[in-house]
């Protein structure tokens, strides 16, 4: 593994290129999510404030809580790609918020 750099106390690799396997895979997920919902929303979350953003939030962890619980009855290929479908909503929803205060 590369050099590891210290950034606020945490120890991140170097070169920043580096993804983790599973951080690159919830981002796929993220832009697949994005694009099945763009049109013809495409990037309407820019003019949402944080708080219009964070209140959505709470709807849609409901809807992974329901697809996992429904997981505990039955658990198909079907079933856990809705699980990560939800988790990539909830991603997304992370992201909008820190796109807009990072201007």
Not at 53 to 59: D, Y
Not at 67 to 95: E, G, W
């Amino acid at each position: 593994m590369d050099e590891l750099v210290k950034d606020d106390g945490l120890s991140l690799p170097r070169p920043m290129e580096y993804v983790r396997d599973e951080v690159n895979a919830l981002a796929r997920d993220m832009e697949m999510r994005l694009r099945e919902k763009e049109i013809p929303r495409a990037d309407s979350w820019k003019g949402m404030s944080p708080g219009d953003l964070w209140v959505r939030i709470p709807g849609q962890v409901e809807k992974l809580r329901a697809a996992i619980d429904f997981t505990r009855i039955i658990a198909s290929d079907q079933d856990m790609a809705l699980i990560r479908r939800k988790c990539a909503d909830i991603a997304n929803y992370c992201m909008f918020i820190h796109d807009n205060v990072g201007k």
